[in-house]
Nanobody, 123 residues
Framework: VQLQASGGGLVQPGGSLRLSCAAS????????MGWFRQAPGKERSIVST????????YYSDSVKGRFTISRDNAKKMVYLQMNSLKPEDTGVYYC?????????????????WGQGTLVTVSS
């Protein structure tokens, strides 16, 4: 599946952004979907993941209670609503698709990756 992330930008601390991931190719219901973040000088790490139906989700401790992942399989879209943003949320955000796991949190569980969208949280 091909993925295209969008919605990044510059936002002040405490602000909100909504990232979108558009999928094309195979039906989205075949995949669990995840959002990853790569901060400057750091490794890419999991932010959130959602199973094929949207019935199960996972959030990293650093974003729990502030971010919400969702999906619309009919529209082939995955979203990440980010509220109460902090400077440490800054980084390139990637969406990814996993066809082999129910609720994957490891990078190696994901098969396809989007190109990334930059989020900068700064005053």
């Amino acid at each position: 599946v091909q993925l295209q992330a969008s919605g990044g930008g510059l936002v002040q601390p405490g602000g909100s952004l909504r990232l979108s991931c558009a999928a094309s190719g195979r039906p989205l219901i075949l995949y669990a979907m995840g959002w990853f973040r790569q901060a400057p000088g750091k490794e890419r790490s999991i932010v959130s993941t959602i199973n094929w139906s949207g019935g199960s989700t996972y959030y990293s401790d650093s974003v729990k209670g502030r971010f919400t992942i969702s999906r619309d399989n009919a529209k082939k879209m995955v979203y990440l609503q980010m509220n109460s943003l902090k400077p440490e949320d800054t980084g390139v955000y990637y969406c990814a698709a996993a066809g082999r796991s129910m609720l994957p949190i490891g990078l190696d569980e994901y098969d396809d990756w989007g190109q990334g969208t930059l989020v900068t949280v700064s005053s």
